[in-house]
């Protein structure tokens, strides 16, 4: 019997691990990590044991599905990609000639792949500007800040084992988000590092700490200044770095002074010895302040002044680009990011359209924000922009569904959804649904048919990372890229996402390069190095990366990507987007002190959004080797909590919000403070059926569909408040199985 072995990029989450592949017969048989790979040295979690179900699994999406009933019905035709693609050009284009080229979105995720650049490439050149991945939820609002700060971000960096003292994990746990991160951590801890973890929750990662920070959520702003207070007061803060690098001190002293310790520890309800020894760890650098999503779920006002105060605090204790701190890994160097995504078309389309469609509302992610960001930003970076630029642009998804539904302030009529499952991961979950049910076109790209995939009008199958070539682009959010030949032919009539965005540029007699495939065009990217992706991943070397370099601003001629070339503690371009560019603390949009009769029907604090394992996000519940592992969302709920509201550990409860309610098994722990409740995110359940009312339960037991995504209530990139609400608990009236959906997101 043939046995081979195949090396590629794990795909089954983001963080793309080097692994082996054991193939029989041209069977995959199993996938192992891979000792020595460039990313994640050998390292393989769970999710691998279950890539041969995935690759074969009898659900699995193999042709282009066209809706014969009405959405949501469940009934459909299985037609050929020729007739889909001619279709769906043919409807984007009377769009186009009717609404204008803004009159179409899409919608992302993560999972397929970092394929969203096949989108923009497309969309850049169409010339919308409302194309949505949910990145914005996961880093915006601090990528936002930092290049407004010190002109680049540092969500890449990790510690550097033998050179990070501190290590910051705020608002992450990446032993079960990031755990190629978490290897780097434990290295640095075995090379004598602190951990600090600062969470509401006793996460895993907590678990770990030299000190956990039990802070109330969304007060992180408050925390954060009451550092920076302390740091200034006893001389703890980088001096020299800051007379010469840094401008908008004083300022920051000004404000630094409304923080007293005693303050804070009554805002966050963190005990004022904790603070102060937080702020002394943090002084005794290089710290690392690795990157976290919670900040970019505080909702309105919470959010944008917890990402300011944490970007200045890595730049006042001079850990910006720092060895062993926060290093900047800046643009692609070897990479050609912005052909590849036809950036400069995009700029030219835009002097001739329409603004996203939350411009106005969020004018910090807007075409005209971007270009003010990017014209100091290049000074820096060698004449290239901001690498994940759809960062400073993506819209509030709740105003594309305004767009859908009611033309405002102009008409959506065209949504893609590919790499995403919007109806499960955003928040405001209702909006998100009438408007996939009012829009004229919807078309799906998925591996299985998701409650997303069931209101579309085609569903076209994708290949994932087993069957398709790889180069490691991470967004643009990396300057690293590694090349692997693709390992499998794909299965039935699966396709790259590529494929979809090329065949459709086609059609449409859209310009540019259209490479035939996908290979061909990660070849287009590899332009700078004198190679194919083939001929790269059978090198000796099969990655592109620049090697360790450090405080780069004192040797390019500038300084750093901001107007003045300095970290702007009071930054000057969030100060041109029209908003205040020093804010004040201000609570999260619901709490107890913001909104106190409403806590009085809510009383308890709300936290969700966390990855919890072997999932990613919504994925891979169809997956019976990873799927008895956690087979039913749990809200965690303090002992105290749980006899105040009568709630037995393993029971069934509902969680209500002032959006809706959904039903989760409680799981009674110490771990988490009394009145706060942390319910999981991401749920649905496959075995259930597809059709409306059911719709795979999602209306059951996810918790996004319970969180707001009004305007007043998100923070001022136009993230979601995941972390931010307030709720009640109380039992559920049916048994502790799934036996019967609760359709309170339908009224």
Not at 384 to 392: D, R
Request: net charge negative; charged share 25%; proline share 6%.
């Amino acid at each position: 019997m043939a046995e081979e072995t195949k090396v590629t990029a794990c795909y089954m989450c983001w963080q793309q691990c080097e692994v082996k592949m054991r193939i029989k017969d041209g069977v995959l048989k199993e996938v192992t990590g891979n000792p020595g790979g460039f990313v994640g040295g050998g390292y393989g979690c769970e999710r691998l044991e279950g890539a041969p179900e995935f690759h074969y699994h009898p659900k699995r999406l193999n042709y282009p599905l066209k809706r014969t009933g009405e959405r949501g019905e469940g009934k459909w035709e299985q037609i050929s990609w020729e007739q889909a693609l001619d279709e769906i050009a043919e409807k984007l284009l009377a769009i186009r000639d009717e609404f204008g080229p803004e009159a179409i979105t899409k919608i992302g995720g993560t999972v397929h792949g970092p394929a969203d650049w096949a989108c923009w490439r497309f969309f850049n050149i169409w010339g919308s500007p409302n194309a949505f991945n949910q990145g914005k939820n996961c880093g915006q609002a601090n990528n936002l800040q930092e290049c407004a700060v010190y002109g680049w971000d540092s969500l890449g960096c990790g510690p550097k084992p033998g050179a990070t003292k501190t290590i910051v994990c705020w608002g992450a746990n990446p032993i079960h988000s990031w755990m190629t991160k978490w290897n780097y951590i434990k290295s640095a801890m075995d090379y004598g590092a602190r951990l600090i973890v600062i969470d509401p929750r006793l996460s895993e990662t907590a678990s770990h700490a030299d000190l956990w920070i039990q802070l109330r959520p969304a007060t992180d702003g408050a925390l954060a200044w009451g550092v920076i207070k302390i740091l200034i007061d006893e001389g703890l803060y980088d001096k020299e770095f800051v007379d010469n690098w840094c401008t908008g001190f004083d300022e920051i002293v000004e404000r630094a002074k409304e923080f007293p310790v005693e303050k804070v520890a009554q805002i966050t309800e963190v005990p004022v010895d904790k603070i102060i020894q937080l702020a002394h760890y943090y002084a005794d650098g290089p710290t690392c302040m690795c990157w976290g999503l919670a900040t970019c779920h505080l909702g309105d006002g919470a959010g944008q002044v917890a990402t300011h105060a944490q970007a200045v605090l890595r730049a006042i204790t001079g850990n910006v680009d720092r060895e062993g701190g926060n290093p900047m890994t800046g643009p692609h160097e070897d990479v050609d990011w912005f052909k590849g995504i036809a950036w400069d078309e995009f700029i030219i389309n835009t002097e001739r359209t329409r603004d996203c469609v939350t411009a106005e509302k969020f004018p910090i992610c807007s075409v005209k924000s971007l270009k003010r960001y990017n014209e100091s930003i290049k000074k820096a970076w060698g004449g290239k922009g901001y690498g994940c630029s759809f960062y400073m642009l993506f819209p509030a998804s709740r105003g594309i569904f305004d767009a859908i539904r009611y033309g405002d302030p102009y008409p959506i009529k065209a949504m893609f959804i590919q790499t995403g499952d919007p109806l499960v991961t955003l928040g405001g979950v209702k909006n998100c649904y009438e408007a996939m049910k009012q829009v004229e076109l919807l078309v799906g790209m998925d591996f299985f048919m998701t409650p997303s995939m069931a209101l579309c009008d085609y569903v076209l199958p994708a290949a994932s990372w087993i069957e398709r070539p790889h180069l490691m682009l991470f967004w643009g959010l990396t300057n690293v890229a590694v090349a692997f030949k693709q390992p499998m032919e794909a299965l039935y009539e699966r396709k790259d996402d590529y494929y979809l965005w090329k065949e459709l540029a086609k059609r449409c007699q859209l310009e540019g390069e259209w490479p035939e495939t996908l290979e061909d065009m990660y070849s287009l990217f590899l332009r700078p190095t004198g190679k194919t992706l083939a001929e790269m991943a059978e090198s000796e070397v099969y990655w592109t990366a620049p090697p360790e370099a450090y405080k780069r601003y004192e040797t390019n001629g500038y300084g750093f990507g901001t107007p003045s070339g300095k970290c702007e503690l009071v930054p000057s371009v969030v100060a041109a987007a029209g908003l205040d560019p020093l804010p004040q603390y201000i609570e999260p949009p619901q709490s107890k002190y913001r909104t106190p009769e409403l806590a009085e029907k809510y009383p308890l604090a709300l936290i969700s959004g966390s990855r919890i394992r072997p999932y990613w996000h919504t994925s891979y519940r169809e997956l019976k080797t990873l799927r008895w592992r956690h087979e039913q969302p749990v809200v965690e709920i303090h002992p105290e909590t749980a006899r105040t509201f009568g709630i037995a550990d393993g029971e069934m409860v509902y969680i209500e919000t002032t959006h809706g309610r959904c039903r989760q098994k409680a799981r009674v722990i110490e771990g988490i403070a009394p009145g706060t409740v942390h319910a999981e995110a991401y749920w649905y359940f496959p075995e259930l059926p597809e059709e409306e009312p059911w719709l795979f339960g999602m209306w059951d037991a996810n918790i996004n569909a319970c969180v707001s995504d009004d305007y007043e209530d998100l923070d001022y990139a136009g993230d979601h408040p995941f972390r931010a609400m307030l709720c009640k608990i109380y039992k559920a009236e049916t048994a502790t199985a799934y036996d019967l959906p609760v359709f309170k997101g339908v009224d």
